[in-house]
């Protein structure tokens, strides 16, 4: 007889075998998706020699290394500035004046609709900008306005309550916002916002399309030469980990802050200066116990 949870009854036997049973069926059909891959890797020639021996020059590892120099600056600018931009958006939807809060979802509205790369063909194309600022210009313009949903999202979130007994004690709205309802909606904000920081640093990979020399550029121009027999597949199987393990290095480093975050604050002991005789009543006597 099987036992019962508030949420669901626990597998019996013939459950518990079934489970198993399509636990191995699954096992078997990745292992060999991932054998008939290999096979077709190992059959079309992409684990020889010749097309790994670009990553053996010192001119190749330099080139990776630039364009991956040249991606982190991007992304890190872009992020800097995302975040900003988001924050003055989110501050005017917020704000209590109606053509403020109406410009302000105008532009969110627009360039959350908008197209990255189109924003950044534009700049580049149209406006005759540097491919990094252009790409940093794209970046900024769509990431902030997501971001500016997530803030305004966030504030209104906390609790109404925290905000009326806020003005209540006679703050200001800026004062609400700053030391009230800001520091209690970035817990709730954060794997949102490190979400779309996540996009922004996938999306850096635009920018060989406009020639700026950043990781992908790099690995496009390494695939393309004849004189390796077009190393594409192992391009991909280098560059690959590099991406997957920057947004995991960004998750991780997101979920240390949320724990951080919803630790308990320490606190040191104050010394307390030993009580003394209490204030003297009128007359200059101090008081003292009625006698039986």
Not at 98 to 114: D, I, K, N, Q
Request: aromatic letters at 10%; glycine letters at 8%.
């Amino acid at each position: 007889m099987t036992e019962a949870t508030a949420l669901y009854d626990l597998p019996g036997p013939r459950t518990r075998r079934r489970h198993a049973l399509y636990g191995a069926l699954s096992t078997v059909v990745i292992l060999a998706l991932l054998a008939w891959i290999l096979y077709l890797l190992f059959d079309t020639g992409q684990f020889t020699s010749t097309k790994w021996m670009p990553f053996a020059y010192q001119g190749i590892q330099e080139l990776l290394l630039r364009g991956l120099g040249n991606t982190l600056k991007a992304f890190a600018v872009a992020a800097v500035l995302s975040l900003a931009l988001g924050g003055l958006l989110a501050t005017g939807r917020l704000s209590d004046h109606r053509p403020v809060r109406w410009l302000a979802t105008l532009v969110v509205e627009f360039f959350r609709a908008m197209p990255v790369l189109v924003m950044i063909f534009f700049i580049f194309v149209a406006l005759r900008v540097q491919p990094l600022p252009a790409l940093v210009a794209g970046l900024t313009l769509y990431n902030g306005s997501v971001l500016a949903e997530v803030f305004r999202s966030g504030v209104n979130a906390v609790e109404r309550g925290q905000r009326e007994a806020a003005f209540a004690l006679g703050m200001r709205k800026t004062q609400v916002m700053a030391h009230v309802l800001v520091p209690q909606a970035v817990r709730a904000m954060l794997p949102a916002i490190i979400s779309q920081l996540v996009v922004a640093l996938k999306d850096t990979s635009l920018g060989f399309l406009i020639t700026y020399e950043e990781f992908l550029h790099a690995g496009k121009l390494i695939a393309s030469d004849l004189d390796y027999d077009l190393p594409f597949i192992p391009v991909v199987m280098v560059i690959s980990p590099i991406y997957i393990g920057m947004c995991m290095l960004l998750s991780w480093f997101a979920d240390w802050v949320s724990r951080r975050e919803r630790r308990s604050p320490k606190t040191k002991g104050v010394a307390v200066a030993t009580p003394g005789p209490g204030a003297l009543l009128p007359g200059g006597v101090p008081p003292t116990a009625p006698r039986p």
